[in-house]
């Protein structure tokens, strides 16, 4: 269903299952659920849910994120990220909430973001502190 501003309705949920392999990139409005293997760059604007048998080589741009499986690269998440116990994460974390459970294997850097309130991250780039604005 279209929105007057042209987007498309973002309740739209893809999945791409067991068994199945994508090289390439992805960029979506919805909901993204993975339990294969993607070779390339996902983006959306929605949730990318990383099921335990799905792995993902290349860059993930989401809203919020739940990866139990693995994930290799970089990960920007704009509220909440969660990783599960099975996860596995080659890779930096850009995000402004993190939740790990124990067992959550995790390799790189990671940045916590605060958000503003339309949900686009700050700028962050190190030297402003809390309550100033740029």
Request: some cysteine; overall charge positive.
């Given at each position: 269903m279209a929105k007057n501003n042209g987007e498309t309705d973002n309740t739209t949920i893809n999945l791409i299952s067991q068994g199945t392999e994508i090289t390439g990139d992805i960029k979506?409005?919805?909901?993204?659920?993975?339990?294969?293997?993607?070779?390339?760059t996902l983006i959306?604007?929605?949730k990318v849910v990383i099921g335990p048998a799905g792995k993902i080589k290349g860059e993930v741009t989401?809203?919020?994120?739940?990866?139990?499986?693995?994930?290799?690269?970089?990960?920007?998440?704009n509220h909440l990220l969660n990783l599960k116990a099975s996860s596995t994460i080659f890779g930096d974390i850009v995000?402004?909430?993190?939740?790990?459970?124990?067992?959550?294997?995790f390799t790189g850097t990671c940045k916590m973001n605060d958000t503003q309130g339309n949900g686009e991250s700050l700028n962050s780039g190190g030297t402003e502190k809390p309550g100033e604005k740029k």
């Open positions: 979506s409005t919805g909901d993204i659920r993975i339990d294969g293997t993607l070779n390339g959306t604007k929605g989401c809203k919020n994120s739940e990866i139990a499986g693995s994930v290799e690269g970089k990960v920007t998440v995000t402004s909430k993190l939740a790990i459970e124990p067992g959550a294997r």
